[in-house]
C-alpha cells in the first residue's frame, strides 16, 4: 500500500465515522455515468469503459450494505441506448447480462428489473426474468436493475396498464377519471411498492436527471459527481451521503 492509498482509506475511514446512519437514504438511484469517457482518457475502448463500470457496481452495493441502504436502482440502459452502434451495443448488452447473472448469483441482492422487456432482446430478458425468480426470496437490498429503462416511457406504460387493468373489469372511462390518483398511478410504475428514491447520484459532472425516474424523484434529493462512473471511490460515496444528510427535506412545508 503506497502513501496515497493511506492517506485515501484514513480519510474515508474518517468521513464514514462521521455518518449519521439514522440519516443515510432508504433508496438511492445511481446514474452510472461516464463510462466511456473514463475509457478514452486512459486510452481504452468503450466496452473497456463499460467493463469497468460493471466492475465497480459489487463495491457500490456493498457500500450500500454497510450503510443501511435498501433499495438501490442502477441505470444501466436507457432506451436512448439503442442508437448506439451495434459494435458497442451488443457487447454492452453482454456485459449487462453477465452483471445481472453475477448480482442473482451473489446471494446478498433481490434483482428487480424496471424497464421494457419487450424493446430486449429475447437472450436479455431470459436473464432478467431468471435473476428476478433466483433473487425473490432473498432478504438483502432490493436491486433495481434499469434496462431499456426511460422515465417517460415508464409514465406512459403505466398508464397503459392502468387503462387495461380497468378496461378487464368493465369500468368505464367516465368512472375512472373519478378515481384515477397520482397513487392509482404509482401502483402501476416499474418500482410499485417500493419507497421513491430519496437520493439520486449521478456521475462524471453533467447536471441533469436523462429521464431517470420521472415520476419518483418528485422529492429526491440530487449529488451531481464529477468523477466518472468506473473511478468512484467509496469517499465519493461517502460524501454524497454526507451531503444528502446535511440537507434539510421540506417536502414543500
Not at 185 to 205: A, C, F, K, N, W
Request: charged content about 25%.
Amino acid at each position: 500500500m503506497n502513501l496515497r492509498d493511506l492517506v485515501y482509506g484514513l480519510y474515508a475511514r474518517r468521513v464514514g465515522g462521521r455518518l449519521d446512519h439514522d440519516q443515510v437514504p432508504k433508496h438511492i438511484g445511481v446514474i452510472l455515468d461516464g463510462n466511456r469517457r473514463w475509457a478514452k482518457a486512459s486510452g481504452g475502448s468503450a466496452v473497456q469503459g463499460h467493463q469497468a463500470g460493471a466492475d465497480k457496481i459489487s463495491e457500490l452495493l456493498g457500500w450500500c450494505s454497510e450503510t443501511d441502504v435498501e433499495v438501490v436502482t442502477l441505470w444501466l440502459l436507457s432506451t436512448d441506448n439503442f442508437d448506439r452502434p451495434e459494435a458497442e451495443l451488443i457487447p454492452l448488452l453482454g456485459i449487462i447480462e453477465n452483471t445481472v447473472r453475477q448480482l442473482a448469483s451473489d446471494g446478498r441482492w433481490r434483482v428487480h428489473h424496471v424497464g421494457t422487456l419487450d424493446l430486449l432482446p429475447a437472450r436479455t430478458q431470459t436473464v432478467l426474468k431468471e435473476a428476478e425468480e433466483a433473487t425473490a426470496g432473498v432478504e438483502g437490498i432490493i436491486v433495481n436493475v434499469a434496462v431499456g429503462y426511460g422515465g417517460r416511457q415508464e409514465i406512459a406504460d403505466a398508464v397503459r396498464s392502468l387503462l387495461l387493468e380497468h378496461s378487464s373489469r368493465g369500468t368505464t372511462f367516465e368512472e375512472l377519471a373519478e378515481v384515477v390518483s397520482t397513487d392509482l398511478i404509482s401502483e402501476h410504475l416499474y418500482t410499485r411498492g417500493q419507497p421513491d428514491p430519496d437520493l439520486v447520484i449521478r456521475t462524471s459532472g453533467e447536471q441533469r436527471l436523462s429521464g431517470f425516474m420521472l415520476w419518483q424523484s418528485a422529492h429526491s434529493e440530487y449529488y451531481f459527481c464529477e468523477v466518472f462512473w468506473p473511478a468512484f471511490r467509496k469517499v465519493d460515496f461517502l460524501r454524497a451521503l454526507r451531503d444528502y444528510a446535511a440537507r434539510h427535506r421540506r417536502y414543500g412545508a
